[in-house]
């Protein structure tokens, strides 16, 4: 706060920028001798305070910025936008229509060392295992790796573990240095506090915690235990744009509310069981289907019309308030859409702004590798035979090109 109020008392008006769901300043690896100590002493440590928060709490005007597509695929960003943000966030589909961009990966076999490193060396092992087969990878388009940890004794040992391998193979040396493949995106390890900020293509998560030695998991996950540790996770599970990696022991089931009240440790339990599960595992977040429903009867005619052609049609593609109206499958390819089809109906005339309606909508789901067709209600009623054909033609067109990877 005190950095702020000078910069604050020179101005006449004042904009803060920032989200209060994400860190405050934080000292909480400098307030002990062991960083991963799990006494009573770190719970009395509290994160710094914010001009952000004391901005909130005097209530100031503030306004929400609802856009997200830094996420290239909607399951990266849609347990955020409904345990921390309302599910009030617009993001975009993604033509994929697999689980996509958050996976599990358990490592059953590992074991946490509560009593004495405080690590969990076999996953560690097996993320850098996968990490350093990705990075040897010379097919497929290029990306940028992140590594986050969940506390600095995991951190220090996967750093460890990968310098041996970048001796190992030296190929990979490049995704370290300063021209890596993914321009400014070199391969970082960091753990909770310090990840802020950060974005690369993949982030790749070690939970550490886990069963010990005697197979008891202990409620205590470091920061995440403290208040505003909710906001440690939310921070490090929006770092990523394409795909997310979650290595762990440890499974949502095995975390017991009952033993704990950290908020943080609750949406742990929630998040494990949405990367295992995928988007069914939240309640209030639906995804694309066959059995959704139309949002408009033009909406439903022009499915019909797909349908009797021969394709699978999807309603309503999407999981938060901006959704496509109609996505057809490809038939070469049934995990991903050929084309996005685009009424103009309610989600059209919810738009605030024409410039949002006809252009950046369009372009921001093109950049996420959408083919889009537009159909007008006024060219549907008066020339339906004509609509149907172009729009028939356009996927015959769309199926005898190179599918795209």
């Given amino acids: 706060v005190w950095d702020a109020v000078g910069a604050i008392a020179r101005g006449t008006q ?35 305070e914010s001009i952000l928060d004391e901005l909130l709490s005097n209530g100031l005007r503030h306004k929400r910025l609802q856009w997200h597509y830094r996420s290239r695929h909607e399951s990266l960003i849609a347990f955020s936008n409904r345990q921390y943000y ?23 076999d590992a074991r ?14 097996a993320l850098v295992e996968e990490l350093v087969r990705r990075l040897r990878q010379t ?14 004794a995991q951190q220090h040992l996967v750093e460890n573990l990968l310098d041996e391998e970048r001796r190992k193979y030296p190929e990979i040396e490049v995704h370290f240095n300063d021209e890596p493949p993914v321009d400014g995106e070199p391969v970082f390890v960091k753990n909770l506090e310090n990840v802020q900020g950060d974005e690369r293509d ?67 339990k ?27 009867e033009f909406e439903r005619m022009v499915a019909d019309r797909i349908h009797a052609a021969g394709y699978e049609v999807h309603h309503q593609v999407g999981c938060s308030g901006y959704r496509i109206d109609l996505g057809v499958i490809d038939p070469r390819c049934p995990g991903r859409y050929l084309l996005g089809v685009e009424c103009d109906g309610a989600t059209y005339h919810r738009a605030a702004t024409a410039r949002d ?27 339906t035979g004509a609509e149907t054909s172009k729009l028939l033609s356009h996927l015959r067109d769309l199926l005898q090109q190179i599918p795209r990877s």
């Fill in 202 to 268: 993949v982030i790749i998560f070690s939970i550490c915690y886990g069963p010990d030695e005697a197979g008891r998991v202990s409620m205590n996950f470091g920061p995440l235990n403290r208040d505003g540790g909710e906001r440690r996770l939310n921070v490090a599970i929006t770092r990523a744009k394409h795909e997310v990696l979650v290595f762990s022991s440890l499974r949502g089931e095995q975390i017991d509310l009952t033993r704990t009240r950290a908020r943080g440790v609750c949406d742990l």
């Fill in 357 to 383: 309606r006809d252009k950046l909508r369009q372009m921001i789901l093109e950049g996420l590798g959408w083919e889009l067709y537009r159909i007008w209600s006024t060219d549907w009623w008066h020339e």
């Fill in 112 to 125: 946490y060392d509560k009593g004495k490193s405080r690590t969990n060396l076999v996953e560690a092992r």
């Fill in 14 to 48: 004042l904009i803060v920028v920032g989200d209060p769901k994400q860190l405050p300043p934080t000292n909480f690896f400098n307030i002990t001798d062991d960083p991963d100590a799990e006494g009573e002493d770190s719970e009395l440590q509290p994160d710094l």
């Fill in 86 to 108: 309302e599910n009030e966030l617009l993001t975009f589909p993604s033509p994929e229509t697999a689980h996509g961009g958050v996976r599990f990966k358990h490592v059953p």
């Fill in 270 to 296: 929630y998040f494990l069981d949405y990367a295992e599960r995928g988007p069914k595992a939240l309640a209030a977040t639906t995804t694309a289907s066959a059995d959704a429903e139309a949002d408009s």
């Fill in 139 to 152: 097919d497929g388009p290029p990306r940028s790796y992140g590594v986050v940890t969940f506390s600095q």
